[in-house]
């Protein structure tokens, strides 16, 4: 994974650099810059992230729960309206296929919101963290590494896919692009990538998709700026697909 490619927080704070450091055998010597980064990453470890999100928008008002970020994983958790209105669009697009069948491709936060909103919905989470095996069958390892290595029974089955990959890098993207084919119903699918603004020209290019109005935000504010981009034309719905790319 090269500099460029990582997830920055606005310090410039960036988790493989946080790895490196932790692993080198020379004596550690940190940056102030870094010893900040890793002293607010060890005081998270030791917390539960509970999220509340709108009480207007999710049943209840009940709380969220996530684990908390791991910046070694590369984990940024949306915001919870970031998180609200994505599992708003799905839901509303999961009417339009009986039995509909959704991936969410290292997003699990979205899973959580998700499962919230319509715990009917048939969701199946695709993650590399194992702490996401507490969602029982619903669970599946995912390493993007091996695009592919994948339970055949997940084969062209989805209706929906929502993919957030952990690297901005052309690689991960391709290697992602591939887990999509895989997944994806060859009669009727329909894709939201998650990725940094960066990746627009690629995600074109490999997965027809363009940005959408809508901009998605993270609890711990990032230095890159991300988009939403999708498959299909949402309508006004995610305030539309920006107006350069229609
Ligand atoms: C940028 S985060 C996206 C999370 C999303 N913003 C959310 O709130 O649900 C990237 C995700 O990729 C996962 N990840 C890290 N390494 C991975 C790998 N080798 N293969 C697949 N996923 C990985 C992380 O655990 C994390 O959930």
């Given amino acids: 994974m090269e500099g460029e490619d990582e997830l920055q927080t606005p310090n410039g704070a960036v988790s493989a650099q946080l790895d490196r450091d932790l692993e080198d055998d020379d004596p550690l010597v940190l940056s102030s810059q870094a010893l900040a980064a890793l002293q607010e990453f060890l005081a998270d470890q030791n917390k539960t992230d509970t999220i509340t999100p709108p009480p207007s928008t999710v049943d209840g008002g009940d709380k969220v729960e996530l684990v908390t970020e791991d910046w070694r994983l590369s984990q940024f958790w949306y915001e919870p309206e970031t998180a609200e209105t994505v599992a708003e669009e799905v839901v ?35 993650e590399y963290d194992m702490r996401f095996e507490r969602y029982g069958s619903e669970f599946t390892f995912y390493d993007y590494n091996e695009p592919e290595e994948l339970p055949l029974e997940l084969k062209h089955c989805f209706h929906i896919i929502v993919a957030d990959p952990p690297y901005l890098s052309k690689e991960c993207l391709e290697r992602v692009t591939q887990t999509v084919s895989f997944l994806a119903s060859p009669v009727d699918s329909l894709l939201l990538l998650l990725t940094g603004d960066v990746q ?47």
């Fill in 200 to 246: 627009r020209d690629r995600a074109a290019e490999m997965l027809g998709v363009r940005p959408c109005v809508f901009k998605p935000h993270h609890s711990s504010k990032l230095g890159n700026e991300f988009r939403l981009f999708v498959s299909y034309d949402p309508g006004t719905r995610l305030g539309g697909l920006e107006e350069a790319d229609i």
């Fill in 92 to 126: 509303t697009l999961s009417s339009r296929f009986s039995n509909c069948r959704v991936a969410c491709i290292a997003c699990p936060t979205l899973y959580v919101y998700l499962k919230k909103k319509d715990p009917s919905l048939h969701v199946q989470l695709l």
